[in-house]
């Protein structure tokens, strides 16, 4: 029930924003959560991104604090994320999920940075 999109090939310096919507999700539950991004590069582990709470709190991975802004529209059960300075090393694929790892994985989003 997660959908992500906005992936897409981008020159290093390139600018994405990543959507990611609780299709399923009603809104009542969607909104207390606190959200995150995750990322996995080929051959590596799924990590932390970013989160934001539902008081729009925020915290980010120190490799993209600066470079990524996460933020939410509860009233469409969406995440975003705007991915600013991409880097090679920020090719990935993308993913959203609550910072607890307690919703169905969606298919994510690849994002390709190239050099």
């Known amino acids: 029930q997660l959908v992500e999109s906005g992936g897409g090939l981008v020159q290093a310096g390139g600018s994405l924003r990543l959507s990611c919507r609780a299709q399923?999700?009603?809104?009542?539950?969607?909104?207390?959560?606190?959200w995150a991004w995750y990322r996995q590069a080929p051959g590596k582990e799924r990590e932390f991104v970013a989160s934001?709470?539902?008081?729009?709190?925020?915290d980010y991975t120190e490799f993209v604090k600066g470079r990524f802004t996460i933020s939410r529209d509860n009233g469409k059960k969406t995440l975003y994320l705007q991915m600013n300075g991409l880097k090679p090393e920020d090719t990935a694929v993308y993913y959203c999920?609550?910072?607890?790892?307690?919703?169905?994985w969606g298919q994510g989003t690849q994002v390709t940075v190239s050099s």
């Open positions: 399923r999700m009603i809104l009542s539950t969607f909104s207390p959560l606190t």
């Open positions: 999920n609550t910072l607890d790892k307690s919703v169905t």
């Open positions: 934001i709470g539902s008081r729009g709190v925020t």
